[in-house]
């Protein structure tokens, strides 16, 4: 028989955070480290559905685990490679103060990026940067089109290192 999340999701939020740790120890036999309240009571409902339900199948374990050993998975962030010049470019070397983000680099200057083999070259604007024959708000959404994921766009072009500015 299925349970009603609405109304334990209702009983688990008016539980304190050490309420809901002792809880969490009693579904998952093991103690939780998170103090973080939305997300102790989201995983005890998933929990309290997957004992009264039933957890995965026996197969969405086993086709996880062989997605995963297909996976181009990295172990570590990408080396960090001096850009290589462009005949006829500009390519940043060093900061470069400017009125909106003392890491951009100025206006007219092509960011070159190596990944996977594809040499990624975008051009900064004075609002916005081209990439591909189009023009991107931002270095971020440039990185997720061209990774397929969520990146930072000034770590994924070098332009910060360990959260300071480079001084190359």
Same mark, same amino acid.
């Given at each position: ?62 086709? *996880? @685990?062989?997605? %995963?050993?297909?996976?181009? #998975? &990295? =172990?570590?962030?990408?080396? $960090?490679?001096?850009?290589?010049? !462009? ?14 983000? *003392? @890491?951009?680099? %100025?206006?007219?200057?092509? #960011? &070159? =990026?190596?990944?996977?083999? $594809?040499?990624?070259?975008?051009? !900064? ?18 990185? %997720? ?24």
């Amino acid at each position: 028989m299925a349970i009603d999340v609405k109304a334990a999701e209702r009983a688990l939020s008016q539980m304190t955070v050490p309420q809901l740790q002792r809880r969490y120890a009693e579904l998952f036999g093991d103690e939780t480290r998170t103090h973080h309240k939305t997300l102790l009571i989201k995983r005890i409902l998933w929990r309290m559905q997957a004992l009264r339900e039933g957890d995965l199948s026996e197969r969405a374990p086993q086709r *996880a @685990r062989e997605l %995963a050993n297909d996976a181009d #998975l &990295r =172990r570590g962030p990408p080396q $960090r490679t001096t850009p290589a010049s !462009v005949p006829g470019d500009t390519v940043v070397h060093a900061r470069i103060e400017t009125l909106s983000d *003392a @890491r951009l680099p %100025a206006p007219g200057t092509l #960011l &070159r =990026r190596e990944y996977k083999g $594809r040499a990624i070259l975008v051009r !900064v604007l004075p609002r916005g940067f081209e990439f591909d024959g189009e023009v991107h708000r931002s270095l971020s959404a440039i990185a %997720a089109k061209v990774t397929g994921s969520h990146w930072n766009g000034y770590r994924f072009f070098g332009l910060v290192q360990t959260g300071k500015l480079e001084d190359s």
